[in-house]
C-alpha cells in the first residue's frame, strides 16, 4: 500500500524563522511530488512540485527530494502569519490505469508575530 | 481562467438519505478527480477519469458511492444510501491530462454532513 507520511505538527516558528517541513514515501516507483497549501475550510492550493533529486527553489520556498532515501522536505523562509496553514504532501504513483496522487496527512504550521 | 466549480457548497442530510454533487472542471481539461477529505485527513482519490471514461476507481466504495462524467466534461458523484462515516469535504479536481507530471487544481468542495 502506498503511504505518505508526515509530522501532523502543530509546528510553530517565529515571524522570519525558516520553517521546514518534511514527508517520506513508502513506493520507489513514485516519480513527482507535490506541496500543497490548504488553509481551514479551504481547498488545497498547489505549492511547487519537483521531479529530480536536489533542490528547487520558488521565491520563498524551497522543495528538496531525496529519492535513495524517499524524503521530501519544503522550506519557508521568512515565514509570514499568512504562511500559518496545513501543508499537504502529495506523490503521484503508478496506479490502476494510470498515475495516482496519494496525500499525506499534512503538517499544520502556525507562524507566530 | 475560471477554476474547477462545484455544487453545493454544503449539504446536510440523515443517514440512509442519497446526495449527488456536482463539478464543472477547468475548460480544456480532460482528467477529473474525485476526493474524500475526512478531517484531520489527506484526501483520498475516490474515481478518477479521463474524458468521460474511468480509468482509476480502485478505491470507491462501489457498494454506495458512483460517479459520472457523461459528456466528458460536467461530473457527478452520488452516495446512495449515505452512512455517518461518509461526512467529510468531496473535492473536485481536474488537469489537462493524466501525465505524472501534471498539476491537478482543486475545487472548493462540498462540506457534507450526515447525521
Known amino acids: 500500500q502506498k503511504e505518505v507520511e508526515q509530522n501532523s505538527g502543530p509546528l510553530s516558528v517565529p515571524e522570519g524563522a525558516i520553517a521546514s517541513l518534511n514527508c517520506t514515501y513508502s513506493?520507489?516507483?513514485?516519480?513527482?511530488f507535490f506541496w500543497y497549501r490548504q488553509y481551514s475550510g479551504k481547498s488545497p492550493e498547489l505549492i511547487m512540485f519537483?521531479?529530480?533529486?536536489g533542490d528547487k527553489e520558488d521565491g520563498r520556498f524551497t522543495a528538496q527530494l531525496n529519492k535513495a532515501s524517499q524524503y521530501v522536505s519544503l522550506l519557508i523562509r521568512d515565514s509570514q502569519p499568512s504562511d500559518s496553514a496545513t501543508y499537504l504532501c502529495?506523490?503521484?504513483?503508478?496506479?490502476?490505469?494510470?498515475?495516482?496522487?496519494?496525500f499525506g496527512k499534512g503538517t499544520k504550521l502556525s507562524v507566530i508575530p | 481562467e475560471a477554476g474547477v466549480a462545484q455544487s453545493p457548497r454544503y449539504k446536510i442530510i440523515e443517514k440512509r438519505q442519497s446526495v449527488a454533487f456536482w463539478c464543472n472542471p477547468i475548460?480544456?481539461?480532460?482528467?477529473l478527480y474525485w476526493y474524500q477529505q475526512i478531517l484531520g485527513q489527506g484526501p483520498k482519490l475516490l474515481i478518477q477519469?479521463?474524458?468521460?471514461?474511468?480509468?482509476?476507481d480502485s478505491q470507491l466504495p462501489k457498494d454506495r458511492f458512483s460517479a459520472e462524467r457523461l459528456k466528458g466534461v460536467d461530473s457527478t458523484l452520488k452516495i446512495q444510501p449515505a452512512k455517518l462515516e461518509d461526512s467529510a469535504v468531496y473535492l473536485c479536481?481536474?488537469?489537462?491530462?493524466?501525465?505524472?507530471?501534471?498539476?491537478?487544481?482543486f475545487g472548493p468542495g462540498t462540506r457534507l454532513l450526515v447525521l
Open positions: 502529495a506523490v503521484r504513483t503508478p496506479g490502476a490505469g494510470s498515475y495516482q496522487l496519494t
Open positions: 477519469f479521463q474524458n468521460n471514461g474511468v480509468v482509476d
Open positions: 519537483i521531479y529530480s533529486n
Open positions: 475548460s480544456g481539461h480532460a482528467t
Open positions: 479536481a481536474s488537469s489537462a491530462s493524466r501525465l505524472a507530471g501534471e498539476t491537478q487544481y
Open positions: 513506493d520507489r516507483g513514485s516519480q513527482s
